[in-house]
């Protein structure tokens, strides 16, 4: 590790993007594609990150052959719902089954949703407990306009983005007057005005504790009835992609850099003569309107709006997901979103299950909660695997290329460069190590 | 007239259950930095442990229902050390790790009181006393409300004067204030750590135990919903100010209770409005330091 100072001047150099810093860390965000468990999805990651800097033949053919496999496991994914696969444990049935079907197409939405959240966090530094007000509006706005007026789908989803726009305006503009743990809890609050205006019911309008049903007739027919899953589940596939080469876009564009910037030295960029308020609106807003689109795509999928969607608890999912993954990490986010829903949802089936009726109080009790067994399996993260699900990873990977080669370098001369993705949170330390790492080998 | 003065004491009730939530939140956040996320459940169990010992019991006399506060606050209490001692210890100034461990926890420990006590509310029996009411200015007031009202008055005083008067409420003022010099003094910042999980734990529990009979039952969502205006109120009131958190606690479960009546049951909105606005005129909150 640098010093502080050290560290601010590379981010300072990064945010301006010119120099090989950054291109050493997109580099390191490949890698990390590469070299997480998730094979089957790499290739947004490799398309999406510029490619690596030096024309060095074994990380090409490296890259060359992610690439590959990642395209495998894209299309495997695309033509998922027309094979007979089982995963029993994991899934509930034969892959081309609706109930399958619904649950690996909510996976991707819940990634979806982790992705926008990771803007937020991971790329802003911005800690919001208000993530779920944009989902609920996107869920809620589409649900209630298709309701009550006959627009067809498409305007319909225009127009509540363009509600989701000035609301997140609105909102954004007004919490980001303070930062940090306030910024939190403000948040908070906004979402929970949300929350309670929805449990109230003005009208009618949103169903109250019911929620509302989705009224289907100015819906195109193949998105309507079971039988149609599939193409729901292509339809939140293809959300996910989007979100991702969306967010891969922004992390990686100038705001991008500035956004995170701001995250590491909020001073520094204000010493600079850079607006960090402007940008950290920016990343804010669009993380907002991702999210409510996928809102509107849930909608759709549950075809029904329930309380539950604008609650705060689903905030906290989002961010429990982005832990579990690893923070800073697009990749983490997905994995985290993926993982955390089908747990989530093997879980409650366990929960139900005899096994678990038979047990004495003492273990049934904690074992027929999912919520329990999850929030432990997240302090216990928290606790021991700082960097989540793919810092773990990479550490595994890490001290085996370790194991694997020659002891020729130690890499002390590269400690003046790449820490551009050292977070306030402890992964700093391990995308370090990896940057260190690919520098060694390019050079 | 009737109304206004059954809406203040129903407010001050509720005013006097949001401090007994934010006085804790609020100075753990000013000498720590955490933003405690779990004050919730040890809310909670503070208020099934109340409950417990008036159903064990049997009876709904005074001393029963002294027994629950004391039982709900030693409950509330050596949740909130555990929570300290086991799990925030050891990640001193990593603020977000922090939080997150106070998130997790209170996720597990909602999920298990819903396991233990079920996900319904229970209905609590107080003293005869809290059923009747008290005539002042023509209003008939619930007794219960002064009962909070009482609690939460001595709850201030008791932490004011334990804070002005004694070693170690000086630590922990001054570590507030600035607790690298406290350090740097030579002074073991981490007791008075736990002591301000411990006490804010302990005034949670005891405001789980009122906060049942104020709302006449108990649930495991209990906590949570009385959390977030208790965030609200810490920020509205300053973050690390007990008194900004009082004088906030009162002024928003007032204006809420208003609000809800004349306003027909825009409380909560009325809330978040009143924080967007204090926010944009004084960001650091009524009391807190500008910084």
């Given at each position: 590790?640098?010093?502080?100072?050290?560290?601010?001047?590379?981010?300072?150099?990064?945010?301006?993007?010119?120099?090989?810093?950054?291109?050493?860390?997109?580099?390191?965000?490949?890698?990390?594609?590469?070299?997480?468990?998730?094979?089957?999805?790499?290739?947004?990651?490799?398309?999406?990150?510029?490619?690596?800097?030096?024309?060095?033949?074994?990380?090409?053919?490296?890259?060359?052959?992610?690439?590959?496999?990642?395209?495998?496991?894209?299309?495997?994914?695309?033509?998922?719902?027309?094979?007979?696969?089982?995963?029993?444990?994991?899934?509930?049935?034969?892959?081309?089954?609706?109930?399958?079907?619904?649950?690996?197409?909510?996976?991707?939405?819940?990634?979806?949703?982790?992705?926008?959240?990771?803007?937020?966090?991971?790329?802003?530094?911005?800690?919001?407990?208000?993530?779920?007000?944009?989902?609920?509006?996107?869920?809620?706005?589409?649900?209630?306009?298709?309701?009550?007026?006959?627009?067809?789908?498409?305007?319909?989803?225009?127009?509540?983005?363009?509600?989701?726009?000035?609301?997140?305006?609105?909102?954004?503009?007004?919490?980001?007057?303070?930062?940090?743990?306030?910024?939190?809890?403000?948040?908070?609050?906004?979402?929970?005005?949300?929350?309670?205006?929805?449990?109230?019911?003005?009208?009618?309008?949103?169903?109250?504790?019911?929620?509302?049903?989705?009224?289907?007739?100015?819906?195109?027919?193949?998105?309507?009835?079971?039988?149609?899953?599939?193409?729901?589940?292509?339809?939140?596939?293809?959300?996910?992609?989007?979100?991702?080469?969306?967010?891969?876009?922004?992390?990686?564009?100038?705001?991008?850099?500035?956004?995170?910037?701001?995250?590491?030295?909020?001073?520094?960029?204000?010493?600079?003569?850079?607006?960090?308020?402007?940008?950290?609106?920016?990343?804010?807003?669009?993380?907002?309107?991702?999210?409510?689109?996928?809102?509107?795509?849930?909608?759709?999928?549950?075809?029904?709006?329930?309380?539950?969607?604008?609650?705060?608890?689903?905030?906290?999912?989002?961010?429990?997901?982005?832990?579990?993954?690893?923070?800073?990490?697009?990749?983490?986010?997905?994995?985290?979103?993926?993982?955390?829903?089908?747990?989530?949802?093997?879980?409650?089936?366990?929960?139900?299950?005899?096994?678990?009726?038979?047990?004495?109080?003492?273990?049934?009790?904690?074992?027929?909660?999912?919520?329990?067994?999850?929030?432990?399996?997240?302090?216990?993260?928290?606790?021991?695997?700082?960097?989540?699900?793919?810092?773990?990873?990479?550490?595994?990977?890490?001290?085996?290329?370790?194991?694997?080669?020659?002891?020729?370098?130690?890499?002390?001369?590269?400690?003046?460069?790449?820490?551009?993705?050292?977070?306030p949170d402890r992964t700093g330390h391990e995308s370090t190590a990896t940057s260190r790492e690919i520098l060694e080998e390019s050079a | 007239m009737s109304t206004v003065v059954l809406l203040l004491f129903t407010g001050l009730g509720l005013g006097a259950l949001y401090f007994l939530v934010a006085a804790g939140l609020s100075l753990i956040y000013g000498l720590m930095g955490v933003l405690n996320f779990a004050h919730g459940a040890f809310l909670t169990l503070g208020a099934f442990a109340g409950w417990e010992v008036a159903r064990r019991a049997g009876s709904d006399d005074w001393w029963t229902f002294l027994l629950s506060l004391l039982v709900g606050a030693a409950a509330g209490a050596a949740f909130a050390a555990f929570t300290e001692f086991v799990l925030i210890r050891r990640l001193y100034q990593r603020h977000i790790?922090?939080?997150?461990?106070?998130?997790?926890?209170?996720?597990?420990?909602?999920?298990?009181?819903?396991?233990?006590?079920?996900?319904?509310?229970?209905?609590?029996?107080?003293?005869?006393?809290?059923?009747?009411?008290?005539?002042?200015?023509?209003?008939?007031?619930?007794?219960?409300?002064?009962?909070?009202?009482?609690?939460?008055?001595?709850?201030?005083?008791?932490?004011?004067?334990?804070?002005?008067?004694?070693?170690?409420?000086?630590?922990?003022?001054?570590?507030?204030?600035?607790?690298?010099?406290?350090?740097?003094?030579?002074?073991?910042?981490?007791?008075?750590?736990?002591?301000?999980?411990?006490?804010?734990?302990?005034?949670?529990?005891?405001?789980?135990?009122?906060?049942?009979?104020?709302?006449?039952?108990?649930?495991?969502?209990?906590?949570?919903?009385?959390?977030?205006?208790?965030?609200?109120?810490?920020?509205?009131?300053?973050?690390?100010?007990?008194?900004?958190?009082?004088?906030?606690?009162?002024?928003?479960?007032?204006?809420?209770?208003?609000?809800?009546?004349?306003?027909?049951?825009?409380?909560?909105?009325?809330?978040?409005?009143?924080?967007?606005?204090?926010?944009?005129?004084?960001?650091?909150?009524?009391?807190?330091?500008?910084?």
């Amino acid at each position: 590790m640098t010093t502080d100072t050290d560290a601010a001047d590379t981010n300072g150099t990064a945010a301006a993007g010119t120099d090989s810093n950054s291109t050493a860390a997109s580099t390191t965000a490949a890698d990390g594609g590469s070299g997480n468990p998730a094979g089957p999805r790499r290739t947004a990651a490799a398309a999406g990150s510029t490619p690596p800097a030096g024309p060095h033949p074994r990380l090409t053919r490296r890259t060359a052959a992610g690439a590959a496999a990642g395209l495998a496991g894209f299309v495997l994914l695309i033509l998922l719902p027309l094979l007979n696969l089982s995963l029993p444990g994991v899934l509930p049935g034969p892959t081309y089954t609706p109930g399958s079907l619904q649950l690996l197409a909510m996976c991707m939405l819940m990634a979806a949703a982790a992705l926008t959240y990771h803007l937020l966090l991971g790329v802003a530094g911005l800690l919001s407990f208000g993530h779920a007000l944009y989902f609920g509006a996107g869920v809620y706005g589409l649900a209630i306009i298709l309701q009550n007026l006959d627009i067809p789908l498409l305007p319909a989803m225009g127009l509540t983005l363009l509600v989701v726009i000035v609301l997140a305006h609105v909102v954004g503009s007004i919490s980001l007057r303070v930062s940090g743990i306030p910024f939190a809890m403000v948040t908070l609050a906004f979402a929970q005005a949300g929350s309670v205006i929805v449990g109230r019911n003005p009208d009618g309008t949103t169903g109250g504790d019911e929620g509302l049903t989705l009224r289907t007739d100015n819906l195109p027919d193949f998105l309507v009835g079971v039988v149609n899953t599939r193409n729901l589940y292509w339809l939140a596939l293809a959300v996910l992609v989007v979100v991702f080469v969306v967010v891969t876009w922004v992390e990686s564009s100038r705001a991008g850099h500035l956004a995170a910037a701001v995250r590491e030295n909020e001073l520094r960029v204000r010493v600079l003569g850079l607006q960090p308020y402007l940008v950290k609106l920016l990343i804010f807003v669009v993380s907002a309107v991702l999210v409510s689109i996928i809102g509107m795509v849930f909608l759709l999928l549950q075809s029904g709006a329930v309380p539950r969607a604008i609650s705060a608890d689903l905030t906290i999912t989002l961010l429990v997901m982005v832990v579990l993954g690893g923070v800073g990490s697009r990749w983490g986010a997905v994995i985290g979103g993926i993982f955390y829903t089908i747990l989530d949802q093997r879980l409650t089936t366990l929960a139900n299950s005899d096994a678990i009726d038979a047990l004495p109080d003492i273990l049934r009790i904690p074992l027929s909660e999912p919520l329990f067994i999850l929030g432990t399996l997240f302090i216990l993260v928290v606790l021991f695997l700082p960097g989540g699900l793919t810092g773990a990873a990479k550490r595994l990977a890490q001290r085996r290329n370790r194991r694997g080669r020659s002891t020729g370098h130690d890499g002390t001369g590269n400690d003046s460069t790449g820490p551009d993705r050292t977070g306030p949170d402890r992964t700093g330390h391990e995308s370090t190590a990896t940057s260190r790492e690919i520098l060694e080998e390019s050079a | 007239m009737s109304t206004v003065v059954l809406l203040l004491f129903t407010g001050l009730g509720l005013g006097a259950l949001y401090f007994l939530v934010a006085a804790g939140l609020s100075l753990i956040y000013g000498l720590m930095g955490v933003l405690n996320f779990a004050h919730g459940a040890f809310l909670t169990l503070g208020a099934f442990a109340g409950w417990e010992v008036a159903r064990r019991a049997g009876s709904d006399d005074w001393w029963t229902f002294l027994l629950s506060l004391l039982v709900g606050a030693a409950a509330g209490a050596a949740f909130a050390a555990f929570t300290e001692f086991v799990l925030i210890r050891r990640l001193y100034q990593r603020h977000i790790e922090q939080l997150l461990i106070t998130l997790g926890l209170s996720l597990a420990a909602v999920a298990l009181f819903d396991g233990i006590w079920g996900t319904d509310p229970v209905f609590i029996q107080g003293p005869a006393w809290f059923k009747d009411t008290t005539e002042i200015l023509g209003a008939r007031v619930p007794n219960d409300r002064f009962v909070c009202i009482i609690a939460a008055v001595l709850v201030l005083l008791a932490m004011v004067f334990f804070l002005k008067n004694t070693r170690y409420g000086m630590i922990i003022r001054a570590g507030v204030e600035n607790r690298s010099m406290v350090t740097a003094l030579g002074i073991d910042v981490r007791k008075a750590f736990t002591l301000v999980f411990t006490i804010g734990g302990a005034a949670a529990g005891l405001g789980g135990v009122l906060a049942s009979h104020y709302f006449g039952y108990v649930s495991p969502m209990l906590g949570g919903s009385l959390l977030i205006f208790a965030f609200i109120v810490t920020v509205i009131g300053g973050l690390g100010s007990l008194t900004g958190a009082a004088i906030a606690a009162v002024a928003v479960a007032v204006l809420q209770q208003f609000a809800n009546f004349y306003l027909g049951g825009t409380g909560d909105f009325v809330v978040v409005l009143a924080l967007a606005l204090v926010l944009l005129f004084r960001p650091s909150g009524l009391l807190g330091r500008t910084s």
